[in-house]
T-cell receptor
Framework: AQKITQTQPGMFVQEKEAVTLDCTYD???????LFWYKQPSSGEMIFLIY??????QNATEGRYSLNFQKARKSANLVISASQLGDSAMYFC??????????????FGSGTRLSIRP | EAQVTQNPRYLITVTGKKLTVTCSQN?????MSWYRQDPGLGLRQIYY???????DKGDVPEGYKVSRKEKRNFPLILESPSPNQTSLYFC?????????????FGPGTRLTVL
């Protein structure tokens, strides 16, 4: 069964430092996608970055990058030069299956990131 | 503006009183989904739909019903709500369930069942 694990319930980081949020996953399907979402205190869910299981390179989106280690089944989110506005809850998510198939999407329990000024 | 809307945003009800939370998207997305968010548990998928008249159970479907009669709408129905269904509910949509099909989330509905 598919599973997403985020082992860091909370993290404190100094402003301008880089931060890594851990995510490990478990799936027997060779085709899957991994997502990271940000949920600020206002409650909305904001898409950050996506990594496909067959993608050759690690995904990057501005200050966000995904450290994808397929053999270790990890998909850690790296935020460079953290800002106060990065304080939020971060969720890792996964869906299984090829593009056109119906599939569930599962989320990890989240990591609450707090940026110290 | 491309968006997913949910109504109501807040709802307090009593045990056993049927309710419907509406969800609508204006992006012509095929895939729609409902989640509930509870502290320490992240988001858990309740039901999802690949297209009109195609729905399937997520991880926590008990006590919920859905329908997809039109592409844009995906209502969540609680026939007989119970206190353990008190939660924050999100509707989401995307082009497909796969690929870089990022999900667009609605603003959430906070439901309290007394």
């Amino acid at each position: 069964a598919q599973k997403i694990t985020q082992t860091q319930p909370g993290m404190f980081v100094q402003e301008k430092e880089a931060v890594t949020l851990d995510c490990t996953y478990d799936t027997s399907d060779p085709s899957y996608g991994l997502f990271w979402y940000k949920q600020p205190s206002s409650g909305e869910m904001i898409f950050l970055i996506y990594q496909g299981s067959y993608d050759q390179q690690n995904a990057t989106e501005g200050r966000y990058s995904l450290n994808f280690q397929k053999a270790r089944k990890s998909a850690n989110l790296v935020i460079s030069a953290s800002q106060l506005g990065d304080s939020a809850m971060y969720f890792c998510a996964m869906r299984e299956g090829p593009n056109s198939s119906a599939s569930k999407i599962i989320f990890g329990s989240g990591t609450r990131l707090s940026i110290r000024p | 503006e491309a968006q997913v809307t949910q109504n109501p945003r807040y709802l307090i009800t009593v045990t056993g009183k049927k309710l419907t939370v509406t969800c609508s998207q204006n992006m012509n997305h095929e895939y729609m989904s409902w989640y509930r968010q509870d502290p320490g548990l992240g988001l858990r998928q309740i039901y999802y739909s690949m297209n009109v008249e195609v729905t399937d159970k997520g991880d926590v479907p008990e006590g919920y019903k859905v329908s997809r009669k039109e592409k844009r709408n995906f209502p969540l129905i609680l026939e007989s709500p119970s206190p353990n269904q008190t939660s924050l509910y999100f509707c989401a949509s995307s082009w497909t369930s796969g690929g870089a099909g990022e999900q667009f989330f609605g603003p959430g509905t906070r439901l309290t069942v007394l």
